[in-house]
């Protein structure tokens, strides 16, 4: 039986809240100021998961979802399809707002910007990992289940990860398939396999087969060639690369602008993946200066330390933060680019330990960043700026560069 809700405020992962028989609701596809008829999906003695089904009174920021496939118990991989751009945005803002508002005492208005990339916040997602049933077809996981919704097209895929056709194809064998378009014009198709995979006929540069023994190349070379400014990236296979075609360069000249990197500085890239911001700080610092990249994923160091060949001030130790950042002395300027755990107590005190003026913090988790600002604050380091960018329209994710400085 649906309840009915008054929806109020939105909260973090994709929800808005609503109140039913005095405990929280919290509600997917619908929208702060909505009147709506909701199936509940979960229900714990403290809380209720549910869906909207039926919108009684509509929000004036409510649009038809350019996505057919999204929806109550569709789709999973976006939550705000049913919402204006400038909503999504608004709501965002709200978001990383109240986060830092509640996890770290800090008031402060955030507007979250564009990324230039993304029409209308479609065709944007340059990597999509598609699932594939037990027939071979291929679709995406539908929201917090194993179930596969069988997608025709992604409107959020770049129009390359469309072009290579994947979703049309069967793969027999397959366990997931991931289809990626570098800006250097790479196509590739990785092939994660659950048996041996017959491999249908598709338009890429590149086929992987990323199995437990590594990567095994099909066709083409094993990376893809990525573009941010001037410089060129290896990324081999699946290896961490932003997935938004505009983020890169506006990442990397945000942190640049915040970090301030300047000549003879020493300079830490902590989870630096292939070597993005590790290349800026390089060439800031120059040659008096110095830059320590940590990376955890082998094949990551290996891409890292051939991207950054032609920087000799740079260094990149392989190893968990949470351990290689012992052996680090000093540093004038930290970047941290975390996964969506966040740093972690320990990780916060050991960045606080090596003194920086200044500590850039990339975040895609309003969350675990506030919580780490919090943890940061009691040594001497205050909120200076905050950016906040549309890095993944359609969902509720959203991307925050902070930099915190030394008092
Ligand atoms: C969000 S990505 C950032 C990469 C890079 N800054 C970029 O923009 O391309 C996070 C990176 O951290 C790495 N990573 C995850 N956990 C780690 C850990 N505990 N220690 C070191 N690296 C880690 C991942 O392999 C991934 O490359």
Redesign the pocket.
Known sequence: MPIELKVEKVANGGWCVGRHEGRVVFVRHALPGERVLAEVTEETARFLRADAVEILDPSPDRVTPPCPFSGPGRCGGCDWQHASLAAQRRLKAEVVSEQLRRLAGIDRAVEVEEVPGASGGLGWRTRVRFAAGPDGRLGLRRHRSHEIEYVGSCPIAHPGVEEVGAEARRWPGADTVEVAVSSGGDRAVIIRPRRRVTVPEVDASVLLDQGRRGVRVLTGSPSLTERAGDRE?RVTGS????IHPG??ET??RTVLELGRPAPGERAL??????????AGLGEAVGPEGSVLG????PQ?VRDARWNLRDLPNTRIER??????LGAAARADLV?A?????GLGRE?VERIAGLGPSRFVY?S?DPATMSRDIAWLTPHGYELAELRAFDQYPMTHHVECVALLVRR
């Open positions: 990236f290896g961490f690369w932003q983020a890169p990442l990397l890239d902590l989870y630096c993946g292939a070597g993005l911001f590790a940590i990376e955890s994923d990551a190893g968990r933060v949470e351990e290689a970047v680019d975390p996964p969506r755990t990780v990339v895609c």
